[in-house]
Nanobody
Framework: QVQLVESGGGLVQAGGSLRLSCAASVRTFTNYVVGWFRQAPGKEREFVARITWNEGSTLYTDSVKGRFIISRDNAKNTVYLQMNNLGPDDTAVYYC????????????WGQGTQVTVSS
């Protein structure tokens, strides 16, 4: 069983930055894909970014390209989401999720961390 714990959320002014962390209880993330999702009030949860642990390959949704960076720390089994130039539309609960490369769906989820961007 994989447990994911997010941290780093908070309140920031528009144009500011935050770095989210996702720490995993798993011994190794080898053969896993780790993603970040977000859910704004009244909206469905949406994909933000993901990274493949083995190759470090990244993918972003269009609205965050050039502003967000997803990265990993192998030694700490931790994935980060560096968020720059934040805007009010980025306000949401951000979730970390994981799946193995053999899975279609993300089947491990964290509890979420709130990010609020004030204008």
């Amino acid at each position: 069983q994989v447990q994911l714990v997010e941290s780093g959320g908070g309140l920031v002014q528009a144009g500011g930055s935050l770095r989210l962390s996702c720490a995993a209880s798993v011994r190794t993330f080898t053969n896993y894909v780790v993603g970040w999702f977000r859910q704004a009030p009244g909206k469905e949860r949406e994909f933000v970014a993901r990274i493949t642990w083995n190759e470090g390959s990244t993918l972003y949704t269009d609205s965050v390209k050039g502003r967000f960076i997803i990265s990993r720390d192998n030694a700490k089994n931790t994935v980060y989401l560096q968020m720059n130039n934040l805007g009010p539309d980025d306000t949401a609960v951000y979730y970390c999720a994981a799946k193995t490369v053999f899975d279609v769906r993300y089947n491990y989820w964290g509890q979420g961390t709130q990010v609020t961007v004030s204008s």
